[in-house]
Nanobody
Framework: HVQLVESGGASVQDGGSLRLSCVAS??????MGWFLQAPGKVHEPIAV????????YYADSVRGRFTISQDVALKTMFLEMNKLKPEDTAEYYC????????????????WGQGTQVTVS
C-alpha cells in the first residue's frame, strides 16, 4: 500500500502562488495526480501526470494557471499554482494509480491525507 504525503498548503491572497508537493513511498505506479475538494462539494480532479510518459492533463478550471510536474528520482510530484483565486480554496489531495488508463477520468485508489489551500 503506497503512502502519499502532501505538503505546501497555506493561506494566500487572491492572485498569489503556491507550490504543493507529494512524496510517494512507491513511485513505480502508472499515473499520479491532484484532486481538490471544496467545502460542501465532491472531490474534483484538476491535474494528472503519467509517470512513465509524462503526459499531463488539466481541468479547464486550472489550465494555464497550474502546472503539474514530477521528479521520479525523488519520488515526488508537484503542483505549481499561480494566479490563485478564492474559488481555488479547497483541500488538495495527491492520488496515485498503478495501472492504465491515465487521465482526469481515471479512478484513483490511493489517496493522501490532503493539504489545505485557502485563498482570500
Amino acid at each position: 500500500h503506497v503512502q502519499l504525503v502532501e505538503s505546501g498548503g497555506a493561506s494566500v491572497q487572491d492572485g498569489g502562488s503556491l507550490r504543493l508537493s507529494c512524496v510517494a513511498s512507491d513511485y513505480s505506479g502508472f499515473c499520479m495526480g491532484w484532486f481538490l475538494q471544496a467545502p460542501g462539494k465532491v472531490h474534483e480532479p484538476i491535474a494528472v501526470i503519467g509517470i512513465r510518459d509524462g503526459a499531463v492533463y488539466y481541468a479547464d478550471s486550472v489550465r494555464g494557471r497550474f502546472t503539474i510536474s514530477q521528479d521520479v528520482a525523488l519520488k515526488t510530484m508537484f503542483l505549481e499554482m499561480n494566479k490563485l483565486k478564492p474559488e481555488d480554496t479547497a483541500e488538495y489531495y495527491c492520488v496515485a494509480r498503478y495501472s492504465a488508463p491515465c487521465g482526469l477520468r481515471a479512478a484513483f485508489d490511493n489517496w493522501g491525507q490532503g493539504t489545505q489551500v485557502t485563498v482570500s
